[in-house]
T-cell receptor, first 111, second 114 residues
């Protein structure tokens, strides 16, 4: 399969709660990136985490990477209705230059 | 990061016709990629386009259906040929300079085939 696995596929939470999304991949990676997509259009880059990093923060976002388990998670703390979007991980498989997306998590934050 | 201008942003096309999508980058980039996003789905890589070589297509995608050009380091086109309603999707281009830098994306082309 071209795509990595992401779970959950859909997540619905209340404003103020935390949201956690997971991404798994099959081969070694150089780095892993997380993107947000609103309304099926443009992709917004959130965070890039390198293969030698374990955790990275940006504002309310926290990304972890576990290369032994070939997985990454994205945590959004204190969620807001404006966080409602689809979230995707993106990574290069093995030493390849090509970039492959996970299946994505559709997050709904209810006011 | 660099900015990609992608056009058209949307189009409605008759079946059997072809549409060429253009992506212009505001700086030189080594690697460019083309993706398709079917309704409610994730993005699937169509091909990798590097200057000076033939595009590399992923399984399920062929050059006759999706010819790609990459004449220089700032420009690429994807043509969707002999379109059918099943080709109705969002098509996005992406650029990346090295294996360790972030990828950046065009705004997408929403294609409807009738």
């Amino acid at each position: 399969s071209q795509q990595g696995e992401e779970d959950p596929q859909a997540l619905s939470i209340q404003e103020g709660e935390n949201a956690t999304m997971n991404c798994s991949y099959k081969t070694s990676i150089n780095n892993l990136q997380w993107y947000r997509q609103n309304s099926g259009r443009g992709l917004v880059h959130l965070i890039l985490i390198r293969s030698n990093e374990r955790e990275k923060h940006s504002g309310r976002l926290r990304v972890t990477l576990d290369t032994s388990k070939k997985s990454s998670s994205l945590l959004i703390t204190a969620s807001r209705a404006a966080d409602t979007a689809s979230y995707f991980c993106l990574f290069s498989q093995g030493g390849s230059e090509k970039l492959v997306f996970g299946k994505g998590t559709k997050l709904t934050v209810n006011p | 990061s660099a900015v990609i201008s992608q056009k058209p942003s949307r189009d409605i096309c008759q079946r059997g016709t072809s549409l060429t999508i253009q992506c212009q980058v505001d700086s030189q980039v080594t690697m460019m990629f083309w993706y398709r996003q079917q309704p409610g789905q994730s993005l699937t890589l169509i091909a990798t386009a590097n200057q000076g070589s033939e595009a590399t297509y992923e399984s399920g995608f062929v050059i006759d259906k999706f010819p790609i050009s990459r004449p220089n380091l700032t420009f690429s086109t994807l043509t969707v040929s002999n379109m059918s309603p099943e080709d109705s999707s969002i098509y996005l281009c992406s650029g990346r300079d090295t294996l360790i830098t972030e990828a950046f994306f065009g705004q997408g082309t929403r294609l409807t085939v009738v």
